[in-house]
Nanobody, 120 residues
Framework: QVQLVESGGGLVQAGESLRLSCAASGSISSINTMAWCRQAPGKQRELVAVITSGGSTNYIDSVKGRFTISRDNAKNTVYLQMNSLKPEDTAVYYC??????????????WGQGTQVTVSS
């Protein structure tokens, strides 16, 4: 059973940076997209950033220009560089790998979550 292991969360002050990493414990074939989502207390989980197999990226408006998602295909690892952090970025961050499977189906792998807390 492949697991996603996240690291890099923590407590920082507003304006500082963090880099999240998410590595798969084994090989995952036919990866479609890799992404980061977050869930703040009392809120629904939201998609923060996504990167396709071709390297195209997309971000929610609130993090554009501050966050950068990247991937290392050889290592099945996805990163999220977070700069100029704001208190509203405080949340549990989850990584996601979407895999293409037979007959057009997809499967989602999820990390366990890593806490990011930004103090003002």
């Amino acid at each position: 059973q492949v697991q996603l292991v996240e690291s890099g969360g923590g407590l920082v002050q507003a304006g500082e940076s963090l880099r999240l990493s998410c590595a798969a414990s084994g090989s995952i074939s036919s990866i479609n997209t890799m992404a980061w989502c977050r869930q703040a207390p009392g809120k629904q989980r939201e998609l923060v950033a996504v990167i396709t197999s071709g390297g195209s990226t997309n971000y929610i408006d609130s993090v554009k220009g501050r966050f950068t998602i990247s991937r290392d295909n050889a290592k099945n690892t996805v990163y999220l560089q977070m700069n100029s952090l704001k208190p509203e970025d405080t949340a549990v961050y989850y990584c996601n790998i979407n895999q293409r499977r037979g007959w057009g189906s997809r499967y989602d792998y999820w990390g366990q979550g890593t806490q990011v807390t930004v103090s003002s």
